[in-house]
Structures are given as C-alpha cells and as structure tokens.
C-alpha cells in the first residue's frame, strides 16, 4: 500500500515562493542548494514538501513512497499510465521516478533499497 511521502512545488523565484507559503500557511523554509529547499509545516504535523525551480514539472506534484518502483511503475504501464524518465537515486538508499498516470497527472514514486 503506497502512503503520501511528500509534495513539490515548482517556482519560478524560490524567495518569492518562500515568503508566499511562510506567510500565507505559515511553512518554515530551510534552503536545500540554490535551486530548492524544504517546506516544514509550522506544527510539525502532516506531510513536509519541497520548493524547486520549475522544470519538467510545471505543476505541483505529490510524491508516493511505495515498495518496490519497479513492481509501482509496472502496475501503473498496465493500467494506462507510463515512466517518466529512468529511476533515479536521491541517495545509496532510496530512489525516485515520475510516472504519468492514466489521466495524464504526473506523480512520484519514492522507495527505499537495502544497502548493500
């Protein structure tokens, strides 16, 4: 069964952005490099996102932890979605990958590998 992991927001002027949901929602903003950082929900409840420059996803995304992206992205090509792109690592233990699903929404899939 997937769970939410997280959500990103494309921007198009981070420190906009930033002030934008500091402001508004009251999210805590830690700088993550220059071209994004995380946002923390103001009671650490909830699910924490990202600010990223906009790219390949225009819109915002939410991002999916499940088991195995293989197997996730495997259902998803049955069902009438399609990968976006290679599996990606975002460190040694976990990986990501966009999928495009059967209504044309892009989403992530995150998981987490053994080390080996």
Avoid: C
């Avoid at 949901?21 to 950082?37: K, N």
């Avoid at 990606?88 to 966009?98: A, C, F, K, T």
């Amino acid at each position: 069964m997937a769970k939410i992991e997280h959500f990103e927001i494309p921007a198009d002027d981070i420190a906009r952005a930033q002030a934008f949901y500091a402001d508004v929602l009251g999210f805590a903003y830690e700088p993550w490099g220059d071209e994004m950082g995380i946002l923390r929900q103001p009671d650490g409840e909830g699910i924490n996102g990202d600010l990223h420059l906009r790219g390949a996803t225009p819109h915002p995304t939410v991002v999916f932890t499940v088991d195995r992206i293989e197997d996730t992205v495997a259902l998803a090509v049955a069902n009438g979605g399609s990968q976006l792109g290679d599996i990606q690592p975002l460190d040694e233990n976990s990986r990501w990958v966009y999928i495009k699903d059967s209504e044309g929404n892009i989403v992530g899939l995150y998981d987490q590998v053994a080390a080996s």
